[in-house]
Nanobody, 126 residues
């Protein structure tokens, strides 16, 4: 059974850093686009970053460019989100998602991503 499990969330002060990890089991990510989304209080999922299966292209939301970095280790079946210079507005639940083959166009469409993790809470205090 395919499963994505996020970890690494927590509470930090503004300016701090966190590293999220998405571990895939039962699902080889080497041939899949992988992405991170966040869920707003209004329950809308918003794209944060995505990475093509061979890391040839990285995509970021404007709000995180220069602060967040997405990466992957296909051998470990893991995807990461390095989050630096965190701000209170980054507070949300963060989800890992997987799509088939190449990332959709645009990359932050929710519907094409077939597999989702359960989410990990990120809380940034001022």
């Amino acid at each position: 059974q395919a499963q994505l499990v996020e970890s690494g969330g927590g509470s930090v002060q503004a300016g701090g850093s966190l590293r999220l990890t998405c571990q895939s089991s039962g699902l080889m990510i080497s041939d899949r686009c992988m992405a991170w989304f966040r869920q707003t209080p209004a329950k809308k999922r918003v794209g944060v970053a995505a990475i093509e299966r061979d890391s040839s292209m990285l995509y970021y939301a404007d709000s995180v460019k220069g602060r967040f970095t997405i990466s992957r280790d296909n051998a470990k079946n893991e995807v990461y989100l390095e989050m630096n210079s965190l701000q209170p507005e980054d507070t949300d639940i963060y989800y890992c998602a997987s799509d088939l083959a190449s990332c959709p166009r645009p990359w932050d469409l929710v519907q094409p991503y077939a597999y989702w993790g359960q989410g990990t809470q990120v809380t940034v205090s001022s």
